[in-house]
């Protein structure tokens, strides 16, 4: 019978390639841990810091400038048939991620954004044909946000939003629809073209917001 014989050269190459398979699985376990942590982050910061969610608000509130021209309006005829079954309660629905909650009103932003969808004053409406409809959200919401409650109103899977997707208001029991063409990290709104825009934080205290623009259709 022949007898493996091993050399030092052979010892050194089963030392190497254990370390490299116990490193390697090392770097897939974090991998992992920070893949299933990450989402819990965000929460786990705003325990650490409680006011987080107020500095958020204060930065999302300071995105769009004031508008004091007055709104021009659509005349009845041309707008959506009215849909008793529809909602009474002014809804934005994005079927891709999951969003579908009310649009609240008001100057008092820091309340307002702890309901939810906020639309920003003296921009537009659905009925309205001469500035854009600008709608924020927080992008995680408040700690006592329930997680339904928070898949349902915050902006948290915009990102996720591309081209031709589309999107629904309805207003008045009236529906609208509209289609994404654009999706941008900036500081500022840089198409006041759109019939629609919707935004967000990108990450905590960061000047970066996530801007969503899209076209009424017709």
């Known amino acids: 019978m022949y007898q493996t014989i091993f050399t030092p050269f052979h010892y050194q190459t089963t030392k190497r390639l254990r370390y490299f398979f116990i490193t390697l699985g090392i770097i897939l ?3 992992a841990s ?3 942590f990450a989402p819990s982050l965000p929460h786990l910061l ?5 006011n987080t ?3 958020l608000a204060a930065t999302i509130s300071n995105t769009v400038p004031s508008n004091n021209d007055p709104l021009s309006y659509q005349d009845a005829t041309s707008l959506p048939p009215k849909d008793p079954s529809l909602p009474q309660q002014n809804t934005l629905i994005i079927d891709k991620i999951g969003v ?3 649009i609240h009103e008001g ?5 307002i954004l702890k309901k939810g969808i906020w639309r920003t004053p003296d921009w537009g409406t659905p009925e309205s044909s001469n500035r854009p409809i600008i709608l924020a959200s927080h992008r995680w919401g408040y700690l006592d946000w329930t997680n339904t409650f928070r898949r349902l109103n915050s902006f948290y899977n915009l990102p996720k939003l591309e081209s031709g997707d589309t999107i629904s208001i309805i207003w008045n029991q009236r529906q609208y629809n ?5 999706k941008e990290s900036s500081q500022t709104i840089t198409d006041f073209n759109a019939d629609l825009i919707l935004y967000t934080c990108q990450l905590w205290n960061s000047p970066i917001r996530i801007f969503v623009y899209a076209k009424h259709l017709d």
């Open 29 to 31: 376990w974090l991998g």
């Open 100 to 102: 579908n909650g009310q």
């Open 46 to 50: 705003y325990r650490l810091s409680p």
């Open 178 to 182: 509209y289609q994404v063409y654009l």
């Open 34 to 36: 920070i893949t299933a």
């Open 107 to 111: 100057d008092n932003w820091e309340e």
């Open 53 to 55: 969610p107020n500095t």
